[in-house]
Each structure stands twice: as structure tokens, then as C-alpha cells.
């Protein structure tokens, strides 16, 4: 064990103590992010003794589990849709041969990515490189905590749900900067460049278009919410659906605005150096990223779990891959947009109209 | 008219040009000059708004020569201008201040026969790699000094600039093939662009000297793999034109059929990839779709797919078949419904116009200077077409109509090609309603073409493909020369693609709709 890991350490860092110490602070950094979830477990341990510790130590190990099968399943769903829906819209099947038509299809292609080998350009910064496809995918997992399944099924309701995955997907573009800067390739330094201020332009109109919700029900909580729609707020708020919708198209950097992975420009973008495992780490974010936005439209536009007959988690889950087909039909029937077009779009129209969206809400719940 | 005013000129200079029977020739005028006219003469071309259509160089061994080939939008006349450099040490004066097309020419020259130009701003190898040693279109060897072999002239990234130089290919996914862009960009903005060819060169003209000339037919089909029949076309054309053979009018018929169907199927090959290089999946599944349908019909006739070996000198190979004109007449059918729906997802797209619209200018001034041909040609309100202004095969029974509009930008090439299609479809039902009988080759057999040279043009799908050959009397070729619409096409994007964006950059190549092997021949 220790063996190997030395051989890891001498393969990956050469033992340059910079490297090492950077390395450290990132793990530190992590640990803290993960202590600061856990910070009312911990205090609930240490105020009412080992009785609440055990009970909420299953309950965290379950959530653990549950969200990984969440973010795996759906991963492993919105490849084979992806693919099967690409195929019905370019006039071809699909995959078909890896089990009854093709279900095994995206089990298969995890196994072969984790077969594949892990190449590292020579002059890579080696701590950003490594750190990248890793810290992407943190995000992922902390912003599932939040979201409500159904009634009763939430990892944890955090007063402040909105705030704690705004802030979560704040972080995707610096993993993707990380990316781009430390394959020291031109390609995926545009990539990451585009990307940070793609996600700069395009954060401000998601904010603005969730602060009505906000304001009509009243609270931070993403169950809060979804309990105070009477009916979906879509009807309230088409406006804001529609901004949230192509800023989360933008968010997640899918066709028509996937401009840091432009295929025909920038070869890749930001992930063109990555193979193998850790490529695959830059897929399963971005499809739980799209799962995400998917999950929030959901939540904040389309009454969450709620719904007649069947029961809430179906429900949720209908609505929410309702509007991620959505999201695959624009990918395979838009071009791409060009970059300064992109910004223009929100700058000088999304963002106003967001504004002036909230101030109409604002007055008419006001009269 | 323009040429009688440009002999004028030309005789007041003191260069006499002789008429020649184009029926015999290819080419009109034909006349020598000295090496201290040339630029004055080149001057008095560009007056006239003559656009330049190749530079030749032939080896006889006792002297080099270098013709260069013009001719005229309004009045398409083709002059060869002959000069004569001693081959121990070949120096002449370049036309790139003039001509910015001209030098790409030159350089190719500068390549393979070791002719250097005074004045030329980068005479750097094209196409070759570093450790070839001879040229290899002399005659005889004569080795490369060592100083002359220059890939990029030392184009190294400054570190006190702003700017970088970035490897666009020869692996990218935009290039469609291998094609290497060496772009200096700031920021997002491309700045410089230095092509580098010759990935895909198989030095086709020293192949052609080496083969004799049925065994070399077959390559013709090699150079341009999308629409390969136009270049068999000119081929088997110039070789009629040389051995003077009349081909059967039904020969000539079919071959209009064969090349139309062909062209249709490259246009919409260029449907497909333009619009996957600005980002849409999908249309390229239906063009495809479509474009099977052709190769199918084409695969019935000619037993093969991609590269077709057809057409004969005299001819053509075989007889159609039955089923031939009826599947053509569904293919027409299925594709006039089709064409609405492309127009439909496409045309009226608010991306696609955005990405496309005013993007990439190519005006007129820069296309002559460069040579510009073809449906790019077209969209920039140029009416010049071989088709039209050159009639060979059916084209000489069936006047095509020329698709033609204003503008220059990509949109423009993208609605040029679209309504070249619809006019490739109309002329399509023309020519099956107005095929007659009789025999589909000649009796004629000729074993050695006579002495002479020739020249010969076709408008295959990316505009003028011309070629010239000199014959010696043996079988084999002495002097063949392809002028590859797409390298003339492809150099203007060196002009035009500067001070863009990349991802226009990228818009505007795809829009030039490029074929590799076609122009690293």
C-alpha cells in the first residue's frame, strides 16, 4: 500500500515540495467545504450525545449512498437518451447492440473509460491538471444535498437552499479555468476563458430571474418553495422561466451555447488534454450539471414533487426529464452561437428584461 | 471589347500575342515576352481586370518556361504568356505585388523546379518536407541547396507580443482533413494566417509523367474524392481536344447527367460539414441522407462509390442502364421536396443568419486578385462560369442557369450553392427529356497523342479546375499541370481571414468549402 503509494506520488508530483504544499492546501480546502456541510451533524453530536450521533450517521451514510445512485443513474440514463435521441433526430437508430436495445450501451462505455489510459501532456501544471476533473465535481454532489425528491425526500432542508447552490455552481468555472490553464494547451486556455466569462454574463440573469420566486413565496428553502406554489409558478412567472431556462443552457454550457468545448473552433475546449477516467469525470459533471438546472427549473417554476395520482418523486422526475429533453432537442438542432453574440444576448437583453421582470413582480405584489 | 483593347496595349509594349484556334488549343491568345516586360505586361492585365488563372512551368531541358494563363469574367478569353528562363540559374521577377494569387503559384514553382522570384515576400516550401533532395519536376536531377528548403520562415512566438501562434490542423476538427493553419492570434482575434499544405501530397503531375496516359486516368478521380467526375471530365476532355476526337452527342449527354448529379451530391456534402463546423449536429445526417441516394444511382452506372473511373477518352465506358433514368427521376422528385425542407430548418434559422450574415467578405477586387472561382466566385455578383462561358460535354446543347447574388459574405456562398442545386435539378430534367440515341464512344482509336499542348477547363462543384498538358509524341505526358479551384480558393482566405474572430475564421473556411487532397494534388 504505501508502496503504490509512493509510486503515485513520484509518477504524478516528481516530490516537488511546491507542488506537494499546493496539493495540501486544495485537500484542506475540500475538507473544509465538507466539515462546514456537516457542521450540524457535528454540533448535534456533541450537544445531544451518541444517541442523535447514531441515528444521523445512518441518515447520512443513506444520503451519501442515495445521492451517488442519483448522480451515477442519471449520468448512465442521460447518456443512452442523449444518444437515443440524437439518433431519432439525425434519421439513425442509435445504439442497439449492448443488451435489449442498447440499454447496456453506457455501463459498457463507463467500463471501457475506465480501461482507458491516463495520459499526461509533458508540461501540464500538474497540481491544477490533476485537481481539475476532481473539483468539478464537487459541486455536483453538495448541490444534490439540497434538492427535494419528494415530501419527505431530502438529504437536508437548509434555510437557505437557493444561496448554497448559487454559490456551488459559482465554483464550476474556476475547475474549468483549472482545466484549461493546466493542460497548457492554447485550445483549452480559450476554452477556460470563454467559460469564465460565459459564467460570469449568464450567472446574473439566473439570479435575477429566481429572485421573484423568491419573493412569491417568501423563503430560501427549496421545500419552502415548492410548498408555497398554489400553482406552479410558470404562471406567474413566464418571463423568468423562459431567462432561467437559457441561462441554465448557458450555465451548463449545452448547444447553442457551448462555446469553451466548440467542437469546430477549439477542438475539445478546456478538457481537450483529459483522457480516460478523468475526461469521463468532465462528462458525468456536466450531465449532472444539466440534471441540476433541470431538477431547479423544476423546483422553482414547475411545483417540484407535486402532482396529482402518482406519487411526488415520479412526478419530479417527469418534469424534470421533460425539460432536459428540451435541453438535448436544442443541442441537436441549433448551430452555435459565436461568442461576442453570446455576451451581447445577455448583457444588453437577458439582463434587462430579467430586471425589468422583477420590478414588475415587485409592484404588482405590492397593489 | 476587353482583349482587343488589352492586344492594343500588349503591342504598343512590344509583346506580340498571336491568335490560335481555341477549338485546337484551349487557350486564345499565345505569345512570348521577355523577362523585362513581364511585369509591365501583368500590369496591363490587371488594368483590363483580368484575373489570373495559373502559372505553368514546363522543362525542355534547354530552357524553363513559364506560362502564365489570364482570362477575363465579361469576356472570357484566355491568354498564355510564354517566358523563357535559363535553367542554370532561373530568377524572374515575381508577380505577388500585382497578383497576390500569382504568388501562391510561384511558390509551387519555386518548389519544384527550383524557379526563384525577385521580389516575392515568402518563398518558403509549400508542400515538400526537409529532407527531399531533388526537384522533382526537373528533368534533370538537379539537387536543392540546402539554404532554399524553408518550411515556415521562422515563425516563433514572441514573447514581449501579446499575440500567440496557435496549430489550427492538420488534425482539427474544422479543417475537414488535413490541413494546417498556422495562425498568429491576440486574444480571440486572428491576426496572421500561414497555411501549411502538403499533408495529403502525392505529387499527382510527376505520377502523370511517369504513367502513360489511360494508365493515369484513374487518378484523376483521386485528386477531388467529393465531386471527382468534373476532374475526369477536364481529363478526357483536354485529351479530345489534343488527339482531336469528336465524342457522340448521347456520350455527351450522359456525361452532363453524370456530372450534374455529381455536383449536387458535393453541394450537399457542403451542406452538411458547413453547418456541423458552426455547430448543427443534425443537417448533416440529411444531406447524407440525401447524398447516398446519388452515390447510389452513380454506384448503379459506374460500379463505383467515391471514385469513379467512368469516363473515357472518346466516351464513356458503358452504356446507362435500365433502371438509370428512372432513378434519376425519383432522386429529382424526392430532392426538390427535400431542398424546401433544408430551406425551411435552415435558411430562416436566426443563428444561422447570425453567424453567417456579413461575415467573411470577399469582394470582387480580392477575387480576381486571387483567382477566385466557382459558387464563392458567384456570390460575389461575379456571372463567370466554365459551364457557360466554355461549353464542353452537354453543356453545349443545355445552357446551365447561373446562380448568382451579391453580397460575398458566407451566407451568400451558403444560398449560392443551395440555388445551384435547384438549377443543377432543373437542368437535370432538361437533359433526361433531351437524351438521344446512338453510340455512347467513338470508333476512333488513337495510341499516341500528336505533339502539341493543350489546355482544357471544367466548373466542378468548388469552381475552374483546369488542366494543361504537353505531349512529346510518346505515351506518356511530358508536362501535366492541375489548376485546383480549391488552392486558389483557400489562398484568398490568407487576405480575408485576417482581423476575424476564430470562430468566423472558421465559418469563412468552412464556407470555401476546401478539399485537401484536391489542393495538395
Given at each position: 500500500m504505501i508502496k503504490w503509494l509512493k509510486r503515485i506520488y513520484q509518477e504524478y508530483f516528481n516530490s516537488d515540495p511546491l507542488q506537494v504544499l499546493l496539493l495540501g492546501t486544495g485537500a484542506l480546502l475540500v475538507l473544509l467545504v465538507l466539515l462546514a456541510l456537516l457542521y450540524p451533524f457535528v454540533r448535534g453530536a456533541f450537544e445531544l450525545g451518541l444517541s442523535y450521533w447514531g441515528k444521523d450517521f445512518i441518515r447520512l451514510l443513506l444520503s451519501i449512498v442515495g445521492v451517488l445512485i442519483v448522480v451515477f443513474g442519471n449520468a448512465l440514463i442521460l447518456v443512452y437518451v442523449e444518444r437515443k435521441v440524437a439518433g431519432w433526430m439525425q434519421l439513425r437508430i442509435g445504439p442497439?447492440?449492448?443488451g435489449p436495445s442498447g440499454l447496456l450501451q453506457s455501463i459498457v462505455d463507463a467500463i471501457k473509460l475506465l480501461g482507458k489510459q491516463l495520459l499526461r501532456p509533458r508540461y501540464v501544471d500538474k497540481p491544477l491538471y490533476f485537481l481539475a476533473p476532481i473539483l468539478i465535481f464537487i459541486p455536483c454532489l453538495v448541490t444534490m444535498?439540497?434538492?427535494?425528491?419528494?415530501h419527505n425526500l431530502q438529504v437536508r432542508d437548509i434555510n437557505v437552499g437557493i444561496v448554497l447552490i448559487l454559490a456551488f455552481s459559482a465554483l464550476t468555472p474556476i475547475s474549468i479555468f483549472m482545466a484549461g490553464w493546466g493542460s497548457a494547451n492554447k485550445y483549452a486556455l480559450l476554452g477556460g476563458m470563454r467559460s469564465i466569462s460565459q459564467e460570469i454574463a449568464y450567472e446574473i440573469p439566473m439570479v435575477l430571474s429566481i429572485i421573484p420566486v423568491v419573493m412569491l413565496s417568501g423563503t430560501f428553502s427549496l421545500k419552502g418553495i415548492v410548498e408555497a406554489q398554489k400553482i406552479p409558478f410558470i404562471c406567474l412567472q413566464p418571463i423568468g422561466f423562459l431567462i432561467y431556462f437559457i441561462s441554465a443552457l448557458a450555465e451548463t454550457n449545452?448547444?447553442?451555447?457551448d462555446l469553451p468545448e466548440a467542437e469546430s473552433e477549439l477542438?475539445?475546449?478546456?478538457?481537450?488534454e483529459y483522457s480516460g477516467m478523468r475526461f469521463a469525470l468532465f462528462f458525468l459533471a456536466e450531465y449532472t450539471n444539466v440534471f441540476i438546472v433541470c431538477a431547479l427549473a423544476t423546483i422553482f417554476f414547475?411545483?417540484?414533487?407535486?402532482?396529482?395520482?402518482?406519487p411526488g418523486w415520479v412526478w419530479f422526475f417527469i418534469k424534470t426529464y421533460i425539460l432536459i429533453f428540451m435541453m438535448m432537442w436544442f443541442r441537436w438542432t441549433f448551430p452555435r452561437v459565436r461568442f461576442d453574440q453570446l455576451l451581447n444576448f445577455s448583457w444588453n437583453f437577458l439582463i434587462p428584461l430579467a430586471m425589468l421582470n422583477l420590478a414588475v413582480t415587485g409592484a404588482l405584489m405590492k397593489i | 471589347m476587353v482583349s482587343a483593347k488589352l492586344l492594343k496595349d500588349l503591342q504598343e509594349m512590344g509583346v506580340e500575342l498571336q491568335e490560335v484556334p481555341y477549338e485546337k488549343k484551349g487557350y486564345c491568345f499565345d505569345g512570348q515576352l521577355e523577362k523585362d516586360k513581364l511585369l509591365q505586361a501583368v500590369e496591363a492585365f490587371d488594368h483590363y481586370g483580368y484575373f489570373i488563372e495559373d502559372i505553368v512551368c514546363v522543362d525542355y531541358v534547354e530552357n524553363l518556361e513559364l506560362i502564365y494563363h489570364f482570362n477575363h469574367w465579361e469576356d472570357p478569353k484566355r491568354f498564355s504568356l510564354r517566358l523563357r528562363v535559363n535553367p542554370e540559374d532561373p530568377e524572374v521577377p515575381s508577380i505577388s505585388p500585382i497578383y497576390p494569387g500569382g504568388g501562391w503559384h510561384e511558390r509551387e514553382i519555386h518548389e519544384f523546379f527550383g524557379v526563384s522570384f525577385k521580389g516575392h515576400p515568402n518563398l518558403s516550401f509549400?508542400?515538400?518536407?526537409?529532407?527531399?533532395?531533388?526537384?522533382?519536376?526537373?528533368?534533370i536531377p538537379v539537387r536543392i541547396p540546402?539554404?532554399?528548403?524553408?518550411?515556415?520562415?521562422?515563425?516563433m512566438p514572441d514573447l514581449e507580443e501579446e499575440a500567440f501562434w496557435i496549430n489550427?490542423?492538420?488534425?482539427?476538427?474544422?479543417?475537414?482533413?488535413?490541413l494546417r493553419l498556422f495562425i498568429k492570434m491576440r486574444g480571440e482575434f486572428v491576426e496572421e494566417i500561414e497555411p501549411v499544405l502538403?499533408?495529403?501530397?502525392?505529387m499527382q503531375e510527376k505520377m502523370a509523367e511517369m504513367k502513360s496516359y489511360m494508365q493515369y486516368y484513374?487518378?484523376?478521380?483521386?485528386?477531388?474524392?467529393?465531386?471527382p467526375l468534373a476532374f475526369s471530365m477536364c481529363y478526357c476532355g483536354a485529351m479530345e481536344r489534343l488527339c482531336e476526337i469528336e465524342v457522340p452527342e448521347r456520350a455527351e449527354m450522359i456525361r452532363l447527367i453524370t456530372l450534374e448529379l455529381n455536383r449536387i451530391a458535393s453541394h450537399l456534402l457542403w451542406l452538411g460539414t458547413y453547418l456541423l463546423d458552426l455547430g448543427a449536429a443534425t443537417p448533416y445526417f440529411f444531406a447524407f441522407q440525401d447524398r447516398e441516394a446519388i452515390l447510389d444511382i452513380l454506384e448503379g452506372l459506374t460500379?463505383?462509390?467515391?471514385?469513379?473511373?467512368?469516363?473515357?477518352?472518346?466516351?464513356?465506358?458503358e452504356d446507362l442502364n435500365d433502371s438509370f433514368l428512372k432513378k434519376v427521376e425519383e432522386f429529382i422528385h424526392r430532392m426538390k421536396k427535400n431542398l424546401k425542407i433544408y430551406d425551411d430548418l435552415v435558411t430562416g434559422n436566426a443563428i444561422f443568419v447570425a453567424r453567417t450574415k456579413g461575415i467573411g467578405l470577399i469582394d470582387k477586387e480580392v477575387a480576381r486578385r486571387f483567382g477566385l472561382t466557382g459558387p464563392n466566385l458567384r456570390a460575389s455578383g461575379v456571372a463567370y462560369d466554365v459551364r457557360v462561358s466554355e461549353p464542353y460535354a452537354g453543356y453545349k446543347f443545355l445552357r446551365p442557369k447561373i446562380a448568382l447574388l451579391e453580397g460575398g459574405f458566407c451566407y451568400e456562398r451558403y444560398l449560392v450553392r443551395i440555388k445551384e442545386i435547384e438549377n443543377s435539378l432543373n437542368l437535370l430534367e432538361e437533359a433526361l427529356k433531351r437524351l438521344p440515341d446512338g453510340?455512347?464512344?467513338?470508333e476512333k482509336k488513337i495510341k499516341k497523342p500528336p505533339v502539341g499542348d493543350v489546355y482544357f477547363a471544367t466548373e466542378s462543384p468548388r469552381g475552374q479546375v483546369g488542366i494543361y498538358i504537353v505531349s512529346d509524341?510518346?505515351?506518356?505526358?511530358?508536362r501535366l499541370k492541375w489548376r485546383s479551384p480549391s488552392f486558389c480558393n483557400f489562398i484568398s482566405f490568407t487576405e480575408i481571414g485576417k482581423g476575424m474572430l476564430i470562430a468566423d475564421a472558421v465559418a469563412t473556411l468552412g464556407s470555401l468549402d476546401l478539399v485537401v487532397p484536391e489542393m495538395d494534388r
Open positions: 442497439k447492440e449492448v444535498v439540497v434538492i427535494p425528491f419528494d449545452r448547444t447553442p451555447f477542438v475539445a475546449g478546456y478538457h481537450t414547475l411545483g417540484g414533487y407535486k402532482g396529482p395520482l402518482l | 509549400l508542400f515538400l518536407h526537409p529532407e527531399i533532395e531533388y526537384y522533382p519536376l526537373r528533368k540546402e539554404e532554399k528548403k524553408k518550411i515556415l520562415q521562422g515563425k489550427m490542423g492538420p488534425q482539427h476538427p474544422s479543417t475537414h482533413g488535413v502538403g499533408y495529403m501530397h502525392r484513374p487518378n484523376t478521380a483521386r485528386l477531388d474524392y467529393v465531386g460500379g463505383s462509390r467515391l471514385t469513379y473511373c467512368y469516363y473515357r477518352i472518346g466516351g464513356l465506358c453510340p455512347f464512344r467513338t509524341g510518346s505515351e506518356k505526358p511530358y
